[in-house]
């Protein structure tokens, strides 16, 4: 049966020319673009499929050069042995998915992918920009302690088991990453596609204070939802004055903010974003990393 999907992209109401290359989910316009590419990079346990649902048609359709990729043991890259692969090996993913891009991207990384995209502009990974969507917090004591609370059972599970299956195995786990407005139906839908995720970068995130990446050199905008169940807003605020970048809290919103109910909003702020630096003057920070 299909189940909507190419080569473990989702597929959604995509632009005629758009095509797929590899672990890229591409739509290219057939003209000069005045705005820098976007290339979308997904949270944990998740994969390009979250972008392609709503994100990947929406940039498109308004002339947007769009591009999100499955980091390795993802999407259609599943197959591939996850549990102990690092972040810095999903930072080359990016690496690698940056520089087949004509220009210097806005990176948008979401979740665990907020996190990828802090340590390639770190790494003087090249960028025009950053969107940080319900990032996560260099921190994570506090999450752990609330989620520790609310689910002591499945967070034991996945300390003993070293598996992220118990927070996205059922729909009544996964709906942590949406508000309380979103369907069931349709949360029990996405969780289908839902996955393991690696324990190490897991690891990885928790001695995030023990080695910050820099503060971004490009220009950043931090956005998240009103009704994130997962990350507080004082925690996402501490990130954005972090990185000295621009915040905006959205209402309504869950975590998975490209597929909750109102993620229109959320694509239009980061459209606005977008084109704030198309009509900036050109600087140095659009080509680090590119010399």
Known sequence: MDDGTEGGIRRGRSDPGSVDRGDLKKAWAHRARPTPPLLFVHGAAHGAWCWDEHFIPWFTERGFQAVALDLRGHGSRRGSPLRWVPLSAYVEDVNEAAAKLERPPVLVGHSVGGSVVERYLSAGGRAAGAVLASPVPHNLVGFAMRYSRANPVRFLTMLATLSFKPMVGTPSAFSIFFSPSMPRNEIARLQAYAQEESFRAFLDGVLTPLARPRPAAVPTLVVTGSEDAMF????????????????DLLPGIGHDLMLDVGWEGVAERIARFVRSLSSSPASSQETQGSE
């Open 232 to 247: 507080t807003v004082d925690e996402e605020r501490k990130i954005a004055d972090y990185h000295r970048a621009e915040f």
